[in-house]
């Protein structure tokens, strides 16, 4: 288990006949008390595709019932059931035709960070900018691979918006995303879009970015609400 930020933590899973996953993916995981109580969330892969490993990087929710147990209480050798891969409308498009814009908020990032490992693993250049979403610099996930993958020189740009709280001499956007921003950080001739975050937000996003003339149907979203984690 591997801690992404105070409340965040990354989960490396070993699993028997995986047969492997496209970036953008998630699965659904069940656990089952000794009552016979299940419970039963989906949460994002956020590995690239390619061997029996699957990592998925969970946020604690405070009164959720499956959150605090994956990222408090799961010690190695603990086994629970994973249902997937699921999904296949927003996934990594490898030949998208031009530059891609992929909008996070939150843990919302989790896909869309399996789309730039995917990236990186693959040799791929084609010209992608993140646009991350964070309360702070605290609570930015895989914060220090982004800062790296960004410095690579491969085509990937890095672009955040801290909406509560900035550090000292932060250069980047300290508001949140909407229209006007938006109309800032889209790439020129922009191919294709994924979003990802609360259904508030990825709604807003795509509706903004329509207003902004991109074609609907090159608008990929997926949006999560309260689930009792």
């Keep these: ?21 496209r970036a953008g993916q998630h699965v659904d995981v069940r656990l089952t008390a000794d009552d016979g109580y299940q419970a039963q969330r989906s949460y994002s892969i956020a590995s690239s595709a390619g061997g029996s490993r699957v990592e998925l990087t969970v ?30 409308y927003f996934v990594w498009d490898p030949n998208p035709g031009g530059p891609v814009l992929l ?19 693959d040799g791929d250049e084609v010209r992608t900018r993140l646009l ?12 220090d691979e982004l800062e790296r993958a960004g410095q690579r020189g491969d085509g990937l740009e890095i672009v955040y918006a801290l909406t509560r709280e900035q550090p000292p001499g932060w250069t980047g956007y300290g508001r949140r995303v909407d229209r006007e921003l938006l109309a800032e950080v889209v790439p020129d001739e922009l191919a294709l879009t994924f979003v990802c975050g609360p259904t508030p937000f990825a709604e807003a996003v795509a509706e903004a970015l329509v207003g902004l003339g991109h074609e609907p149907s090159r608008i990929k979203t997926e949006r999560f609400g309260p689930t009792g984690g």
């Design 103 to 121: 909008v996070g908020a939150g843990s919302g990032v989790v896909p869309l960070m399996a789309m730039v490992r995917q990236r990186a693993a």
């Design 1 to 21: 288990m591997r801690p992404e930020t105070d409340r965040v933590k990354t989960l490396g899973l070993e699993v028997p006949g995986w047969t492997g996953h």
């Design 59 to 88: 946020e604690l929710i405070d009164d959720g019932e499956v959150s605090p147990y994956l990222t408090e209480e799961a010690r190695v050798g603990d086994r629970f059931e994973l249902r997937g891969p699921v999904g296949g």
């Design 132 to 143: 991350y979403s964070a309360r702070s610099w605290e609570d930015v996930i895989y914060r």
